[in-house]
Nanobody, 118 residues
Framework: QVQLLESGGGLVQAGGSLRLSCVVS????????MGWYRQAPGKQRELVAS???????NYIDSVKDRFTISRDNVKNTVFLQMTSLTPEDTAVYYC????????????WGQGTQVTVSS
């Protein structure tokens, strides 16, 4: 069984910063992609950023130059450093890990709330 435990969410004023962490435990294939998604009220869940084991990264346009995703392959942990936060960043943020062998494996955390006040 694979478990993902997120931390670091909270309430912050516009222009502030937060750092999210997600520890992945269990039977995890090493060649995986870790990512952060978010879902705002009334909106679909969207990919914010992802990072491969080799640290290739991908970001949605709205967070480029503000958010940084990183990972520690030894500790199976992924981070999301968020700066210059705006109220539009308010959402529940979900950690994800996935890999493909004979089929795709896809696991999610429980989510952590990020609220940015104006």
């Amino acid at each position: 069984q694979v478990q993902l435990l997120e931390s670091g969410g909270g309430l912050v004023q516009a222009g502030g910063s937060l750092r999210l962490s997600c520890v992945v435990s269990g039977r995890v294939f090493s060649d995986n992609v870790m990512g952060w998604y978010r879902q705002a009220p009334g909106k679909q869940r969207e990919l914010v950023a992802s990072i491969s084991r080799g640290r290739m990264t991908n970001y949605i346009d709205s967070v480029k130059d503000r958010f940084t995703i990183s990972r520690d392959n030894v500790k199976n942990t992924v981070f999301l450093q968020m700066t210059s936060l705006t109220p539009e960043d308010t959402a529940v943020y979900y950690c994800n890990v996935r890999w493909t062998l004979t089929r795709q494996y896809d696991y999610w955390g429980q989510g952590t709330q990020v609220t940015v006040s104006s």
